[in-house]
């Protein structure tokens, strides 16, 4: 399993504007293979998800989920050429380290394929 971690890029990380108005920042950039498919995972804290102290739903965060696949994925795909089968997009309230299980954090999660330069929902 390859793993990349934005940080170890060197990116800068700024607040991003998301349909919702909440404040999302990316956490990190994963690359890894499931089911002989290449998965670009992109994971972003959103605070205002959070179960008990958040005031996003899931209902009003969905429309970030393709957007950041659109503003954020699409174009860090083509700066450092890749082409995965799958994007995933995850937000998360909190940090937590990737395939950790953790009752406590809210996780919002969409994937993507992209096809003629778009993200298109894949709906699993």
Do not use: H
Not at 30 to 59: K, Q, Y
Not at 78 to 91: G, H, K, N, R, Y
């Amino acid at each position: 399993m390859l793993l990349a971690s934005v940080f170890a890029l060197g990116l800068a990380v700024p607040v991003l504007d998301v349909p919702s108005g909440q404040p999302v920042e990316l956490f990190d950039v994963l690359i890894d293979e499931v089911n002989a498919e290449t998965w670009l995972r992109f994971r972003f804290l959103a605070p205002e998800i959070a179960r008990d102290t958040g005031s996003i739903s899931f209902v009003q965060a969905e429309p970030d989920l393709e957007y950041l696949c659109a503003k954020v994925a699409l174009p860090y795909m083509m700066e450092f050429d890749l082409a995965p089968e799958i994007v995933a997009v995850m937000i998360l309230d909190q940090p937590m380290g990737f395939g950790v299980s953790d009752p406590d954090v809210t996780q919002f999660v969409d994937l993507f394929r992209v096809s003629s330069g778009a993200c298109v929902w894949e709906g699993l």
